[in-house]
């Protein structure tokens, strides 16, 4: 049901070479671009996106407010986790079984929002 996410940035051109080095891992790639926004994605999946808040004001991060991805597998998790890590995101939460057949590593953007990705399944 999830057609897309966005994620406030202040800085686009920071955060959209991010987010072309991290998700290009996953094979996705720009969909949709123009000046105060960009989405990756994935034919026929949900997007990702970033952009400058519409109403003018600085953007912040969401308290409670989290992006999960899927990775396809739990290697995937690890890799992507460590990608991510070594674009300059910091870490949140290592890889790591939270639940039965539930397995993530959470990490923060540069610009502060909360990731994870994801694998359902051994």
Same mark, same amino acid.
């Given at each position: ?9 202040? #800085?686009?051109? =920071? $955060? ?21 926004? $960009? @989405? ?7 997007? @990702?996106?970033? $952009? ?15 992006? +999960? @991805? +899927?990775?396809? +597998?739990?290697?995937?998790? #690890? ?5 991510? @890590? +070594?674009?300059?995101?910091? #870490? ?5 079984? =939270? ?8 990490? =923060?953007? $540069? ?12």
């Amino acid at each position: 049901m999830i057609g897309y996410v966005t994620l406030g940035t202040n #800085d686009l051109p =920071r $955060i959209a070479a991010f987010y072309d080095a991290l998700l290009g891992e996953l094979g996705a790639k720009r969909l949709m671009e123009m000046p105060h926004v $960009i @989405l990756w994605g994935l034919p026929g999946q949900p997007m @990702l996106g970033v $952009i400058r808040p519409h109403n003018g004001q600085p953007a912040t991060v969401g308290n409670g407010t989290m992006v +999960s @991805l +899927s990775a396809g +597998s739990r290697e995937a998790v #690890d890799e992507m986790h460590a990608r991510a @890590l +070594s674009l300059g995101a910091t #870490d949140e939460g290592a890889p790591g079984e =939270r639940f039965k057949g539930f397995y993530a590593g959470y990490w =923060r953007d $540069i610009d502060g929002n909360k990731l994870n990705f994801f694998h359902m399944g051994a």
